[in-house]
């Protein structure tokens, strides 16, 4: 008997752990995505919400660190795209502090020292443009996709020796962070022309934020419009375990005993969490989601922090390193004592690399340690044996976190328009899909996190409101034909 009550008494104990809250719309994840949409319900009138937030802060993928004697950033860094970008004018609205970006101010090292790549560097923009050309014609003409490379070929452009390859990678991985092989040709020209083009006559251009606030601050400023001071509806340090869904609602389990109880969810987690099976979804995500989800790929940007003694580096905002045996190997260095940003002094020389792709998951794996020595090669054969050794290091781990499971998606060759379609699509009209990889126009971009927020927020509030938009998906997709269904409220 005494056994009995005992095991009675830890049930009961159990039992009390786990707290049930409700709500009418759950955001899973506190990112641009995740604060957008709230902002969205909030201006609608829809206050009955939560944001269920793993970290301690707001921001998402917009993280800095204290390094070297400044703040760095080591997620989003640069403003891309400006004119009527929303993100540019929320740059402007909250004074965050930026530096102009110049991708032309480089200079390229090798095994020799500094080299001259002014006609490799005219070839590959001259081949570039035409690429663009090639890529909108068969947009037009409603040809099949081809890969990024497959479009440089067809431009004039092949390189053929470790001078080009490097130029290519400055030009093509440090941005798409993904090789031309498996980079989608048309979608890759409509993502930068949105970005570049479709914010106005000013919208050409970069600015790389330096503001020791964090560039994080204007998202933080946007979410201080509809929340509180310690506004009970942002459950911070709160990861979701498992999330169970049918037509008449959703129940979402986390790490903390927290069971939230909501009419509607919407799911901001990153691609590579999707992808990565973090959380379980109960049922599972059906075949034709799952189709969406898998064929789209979340690319790797890994920044690797260096400080030193003082600068031995050229003055120019980018130095380009062109391995003769590694296409990519530690190629696009920045430096932060460039002018403009940030000043120079006795304790604080920050000179960064950027890898992508096998490099960054490569670089994951190692110490900081190997890294570091890694790097330090590097940087002595490109400007000889006297370089004094880096006193600091930072390597973030983006791949590894399960919070992220990456940086940033790409499009690849071979994921059509209805994937990524399905992709986005709602679950029973109860579970919705937001963040930068869920938007079509500018994926791998903040303004892309921002806008699919916007939308799936607005979706939302017709539901609760009236009803839900129609939806369409597609359960079936074939190379010979596409049959679509549509969602719609029942």
Same mark, same amino acid.
């Given at each position: ?27 899973? +994840?506190? +990112?641009?995505?995740?604060?957008? !949409?709230? %902002? ?103 040809? !099949?996709?081809?890969?990024?490379? !497959?479009?440089?070929?067809? !431009? ?18 440090? *941005? ?44 933080? *400023? ?19 375990? *498992? ?20 009419? =509607? ?28 989800? =898998? ?22 905002? =980018? ?9 990519? =190997? ?74 992220? %499971? ?7 060759? +071979? ?19 937001? +963040? ?33 938009? *129609? ?20």
């Amino acid at each position: 008997m005494k056994a009995v009550c005992f095991l009675v008494g830890l049930a009961a104990i159990a039992a009390s752990a786990t707290k049930t809250l409700h709500t009418k719309v759950a955001i899973l +994840g506190g +990112g641009v995505s995740g604060i957008n !949409a709230a %902002r969205n319900l909030s201006s609608a009138g829809i206050d009955d919400f939560m944001i269920i937030e793993a970290r301690d802060i707001l921001g998402g993928r917009a993280q800095d660190v204290p390094f070297a004697g400044i703040n760095i950033e080591l997620g989003c860094n640069w403003v891309q795209g400006l004119g009527s970008n929303p993100i540019n004018q929320l740059r402007k609205k909250y004074h965050l502090k930026s530096a102009h970006n110049d991708g032309d101010d480089v200079v390229f090292y090798d095994h020799t020292g500094k080299i001259n790549v002014t006609k490799e560097m005219n070839a590959y923009g001259d081949a570039s443009d035409r690429m663009d050309k090639l890529a909108t014609k068969r947009i037009a003409n409603n040809q !099949a996709d081809l890969s990024g490379r !497959a479009g440089l070929d067809l !431009a004039g452009w092949y390189p053929t020796n470790y001078i080009e390859k490097a130029v290519e990678y400055y030009n093509y991985d440090w *941005e798409m962070a993904e090789n031309p092989e498996v980079s989608s040709l048309a979608y890759s020209t409509l993502n930068d022309y949105y970005t570049y083009s479709s914010f106005g006559p000013d919208s050409d251009g970069d600015q790389f934020v330096i503001d020791q606030r964090g560039f994080k601050h204007i998202f933080l *400023e946007v979410a201080n419009t509809f929340l509180k001071k310690n506004d009970d509806r942002v459950k911070y340090n709160t990861t979701v375990t *498992e999330i169970k869904y049918d037509e008449d609602g959703v129940t979402v389990h986390t790490n903390n005993d927290l069971i939230i109880k909501a009419d =509607y969810v919407i799911c901001t987690f990153s691609l590579g969490v999707l992808q990565h099976k973090d959380v379980k979804w109960s049922p599972k995500l059906p075949e034709w989601k799952l189709e969406g989800i =898998y064929g789209f790929h979340m690319a790797t940007y890994t920044k690797i922090f260096l400080n030193f003694p003082y600068q031995f580096w050229d003055d120019n905002q =980018y130095t380009v390193y062109a391995d003769e045996d590694r296409r990519g =190997y530690f190629n696009s260095w920045q430096n932060l004592n460039a002018p403009g940003f940030f000043p120079k002094n006795t304790s604080t020389n920050i000179f960064f690399v950027t890898v992508t792709q096998d490099l960054a998951y490569e670089v994951e794996s190692m110490s900081d340690e190997e890294v570091k020595d890694r790097a330090m090669e590097v940087l002595r054969t490109m400007y000889g044996d006297d370089v004094p050794e880096a006193n600091a290091i930072h390597v973030p781990r983006w791949t590894a976190n399960p919070l992220f %499971r990456g940086t940033y998606s790409n499009w690849p060759i +071979g994921e059509l328009s209805q994937h990524h379609v399905n992709m986005a699509a709602p679950l029973h009209n109860r579970v919705f899909f937001a +963040g930068e990889a869920m938007s079509a126009d500018f994926y791998g971009f903040l303004q892309g996190a921002w806008f699919s927020g916007a939308d799936t927020g607005y979706t939302v509030v017709q539901c609760i409101k009236h009803s839900c938009p *129609e939806y369409e998906y597609y359960p079936i997709i074939t190379n010979a034909n596409v049959k679509s269904n549509t969602i719609t409220k029942k």
